[in-house]
């Protein structure tokens, strides 16, 4: 009975010693393990929570229990944030917090949103942490998730949104990230982590030229406006009088590129303007690639880039058959994946287009032939990802995580590895 007496007052004492810090308190966290790990790295956590307070964001930035509170709520709420906690079974360090930014939705796509907020935030709050914990046995990754604000009209009325980006990266990609100075070794331990942009799976770039990264342009009357400008402005008004703005003007952005323009008529003159080397890869790689004879390569607009479509037929034995996931990932393994390399060989250095589209109608055997099934799947690889794929740092599971993936029209998520024990290779 004293013995656990005096685990519940030191308990009391770490909490106050460490709540100024912004650590969450160990007794108030209910997992057994989690609850050890935190009294027992609770000076880390402090040094950590220091530094992220010390550092100097373009506009305020507040480490938090809750996402989504105004500025004002914000200041009156409880700051204590860092604590260890799980995510997909994992043990991470994990951060929220909210940043007072808000980004023009007219002027700001949502993946130009996600890459500011993860640059000028998440970036820094990684640099605190991941030197603390990297050489620890017991964090496997960390998890930072923070919100901030979109403006925008409803009913063409001025609104002020918030939306949360969360970033999850393992151990050693989060180590990469932040040890290397290479931006292609840093885009490929982002690849090896998830994000999330309200919920929905979104890809992060290093560079602000990610193929589906991109600015909604200005309409051709509005008044022409520096990038900071139209990249992100203070909170809304709503809380202009009780938050002053940040005596120090935001760090100006590099201006996006300039949209693809995705007219048919610049598909076809894309497509003109190939011909000759189209017709080489159909001739060189017809063999295995086993393309549609009726649907010759050309060119489509895919989330704000053009993209190469390639389509193809791919067959499968009948042990492939199962679920469509299990058949698009088993398509992939066993005839897409062969194709990636030496079909972006053919595009060195491309600029013209974004990326390569394996479109491919996937037929599995049945014991008879009016059995026989198929799914229509569609494989969008950027060039950023080709490229990280045929110098060997990215996996095809980091390819196919990076790009995208629909199984008749719908966008899936696969999992190579769990489709692979599925078949009982």
Not at 370 to 376: D, G, I
């Amino acid at each position: 009975m004293l013995k656990s007496s005096a685990v519940g007052c030191a308990l009391v004492l770490l909490s106050a010693a460490i709540s100024c810090a912004q650590v969450v308190s160990p007794n108030e966290i209910k997992d057994p393990e989690l609850r050890a790990l935190q009294l027992q790295y609770s000076y880390d956590l402090t040094e950590v929570g220091k530094e992220i307070l010390s550092l100097k964001f373009d506009y305020p930035f507040y480490l938090s229990r809750k996402l989504d509170l105004d500025q004002v709520q914000q200041q009156r709420a409880d700051q204590r944030s860092l604590r260890f906690d799980r995510y997909g079974g994992q043990v991470v360090v994990a951060v929220t917090g909210n940043y007072y930014a808000a980004y023009s939705g007219d002027k700001v796509s949502s993946d130009q949103r996600a890459h500011n907020s993860f640059l000028n935030v998440v970036m820094p709050i990684l640099q605190a942490a991941v030197p603390r914990f990297q050489n620890n046995h017991d964090v496997e990754g960390y998890a930072v998730e923070i919100s901030h604000h979109v403006i925008g009209k409803a009913m063409g009325v001025t609104m002020e949104q918030p939306e949360n980006l969360m970033v999850f990266l393992p151990q050693k990609a989060a180590v990469k990230l932040v040890g290397s100075k290479d931006e292609t070794v840093q885009q490929t331990a982002l690849l090896a982590g998830q994000s999330f942009l309200n919920g929905q799976p979104v890809t992060l770039w290093m560079s602000g030229d990610g193929p589906q990264f991109g600015a909604i342009p200005p309409a051709s009357d509005s008044k022409p406006r520096s990038s900071a400008d139209q990249t992100v402005q203070g909170q809304g008004q709503g809380q202009a009088a009780a938050t002053p703005a940040p005596a120090a003007a935001p760090k100006p952005t590099e201006p996006p590129p300039p949209p693809r323009d995705t007219s048919p008529e610049a598909l076809t003159s894309l497509g003109t303007s190939k011909q000759e080397l189209l017709a080489k890869l159909v001739k060189e790689l017809g063999p295995q690639a086993h393309f549609v004879s009726y649907a010759a390569p050309s060119f489509v607009a895919f989330r704000q880039g053009i993209y190469l479509e390639l389509s193809l037929n791919t067959d499968l034995p009948e042990s492939a058959a199962g679920s469509r996931y299990k058949v698009a990932a088993t398509a992939f393994d066993d005839h897409i994946a062969h194709l990636v390399r030496p079909a972006a060989d053919y595009f060195k250095d491309e600029s013209a287009f974004d990326g390569i589209s394996f479109s491919t109608t996937v037929k599995v055997a049945g014991k008879s032939r009016t059995s026989t099934t198929s799914e229509a799947v569609e494989f969008f690889f950027p060039f950023s990802l080709l490229r990280c794929y045929e110098e060997y740092d990215c996996t095809g599971q980091q390819l196919i995580d990076g790009g995208t993936v629909l199984i008749n029209g719908e966008r899936v998520a696969l999992d190579l590895q769990t489709a692979e024990t599925a078949a009982g290779h």
